[in-house]
Nanobody, 122 residues
Framework: QVQLVESGGGLVQAGGSLRLSCAVSGRTFSTYAMGWFRQAPGKEREFVATISWSGSNTKYADSVKGRFTISRDYAKNTVYLQMNSLKPEDTAVYYC???????????????WGQGTQVTVSS
């Protein structure tokens, strides 16, 4: 059983920054990719960013390129999403995800976190 717990969400003004954390607990027996998705009210859940097990491969949605950075800390078993230059349209619930035996999260990850709310005011 693998558990993902997000934290770091909150309220921030447009142009500000937040760093989301995803703490990984439980036991994993294979390499896995980590990633972030988000879902705004009335919209479908969308991909935000992903990072490979090695950390050498990262991918971002076009809407966040140049503003968001995904990283991982193996010693802390934690994945981060640094969000800079936030815009009101970034407002959403952000979900951490993990996917086994792949270099990038798929549309149907093996594990999901509970989500953390990010609200960007104008």
């Amino acid at each position: 059983q693998v558990q993902l717990v997000e934290s770091g969400g909150g309220l921030v003004q447009a142009g500000g920054s937040l760093r989301l954390s995803c703490a990984v607990s439980g036991r994993t027996f294979s390499t896995y990719a980590m990633g972030w998705f988000r879902q705004a009210p009335g919209k479908e859940r969308e991909f935000v960013a992903t990072i490979s097990w090695s950390g050498s491969n990262t991918k971002y949605a076009d809407s966040v390129k140049g503003r968001f950075t995904i990283s991982r800390d193996y010693a802390k078993n934690t994945v981060y999403l640094q969000m800079n230059s936030l815009k009101p349209e970034d407002t959403a619930v952000y979900y951490c995800a993990a996917d086994r035996d792949t270099v990038a999260v798929t549309a149907t990850p093996d594990y999901w976190g509970q989500g953390t709310q990010v609200t960007v005011s104008s």
